[in-house]
């Protein structure tokens, strides 16, 4: 049953996307690079599962098990969950009051510094990396207007 339901998901899929990438071929070009860029791989993807389920057998199945590892403790596990939803949480928070092009290196910044307790120097650096590639390659490249946040 597994083995049918994933191939009859994974055949939608690569109609999904083979549509969108034949669709967005006659856009503009600047318009047609979001779908293309996703629509391709996932075609791909999409079609290798296909492959996958109609040559999987009986042992396929049993090793694309899901289980939860039991060597965390249930607390340990909880608190590391709701830390990484409140990262989340607060990335979109950013986005929302600041904008995107400011509140992805301050979060890169503060993910270093609070969370993964990095030196200032790396921090720093990382963070005027990230945020020059940013603006390189959307502002200068692609000119994708940013919203400005809530608080500007």
């Known amino acids: ?27 503009p070009w600047k318009a047609a690079l979001f779908p293309i860029a996703i629509g391709i791989p996932v075609f791909c993807l999409a079609a290798a599962e296909v492959v996958w389920s109609l040559a999987g057998s009986a042992d396929t199945e049993r090793a694309m098990d899901f289980a939860m590892s039991d060597d965390v403790p249930a607390p340990i596990a ?40 990095e030196g200032w120097i790396f921090s720093v650096l990382f963070s005027a990396a990230v945020w020059l590639f940013f603006h390189l390659v959307f502002d200068r490249l692609l000119h994708l207007p940013f919203p400005a946040g809530w608080l500007f």
């Open 1 to 27: 049953m597994h083995n049918k339901a994933s191939l009859a998901l994974s055949a939608a899929i690569m109609a999904c996307s083979g549509f969108a990438v034949y669709a967005a071929s006659s856009w």
């Open 78 to 117: 909880t608190r590391r969950t709701a830390l990484t939803v409140a990262w989340m949480v607060g990335f979109f928070a950013a986005i929302a009051l600041i904008g995107f092009p400011y509140a992805v290196p301050l979060f890169v910044f503060l993910y270093l510094r609070l969370q993964g307790r």
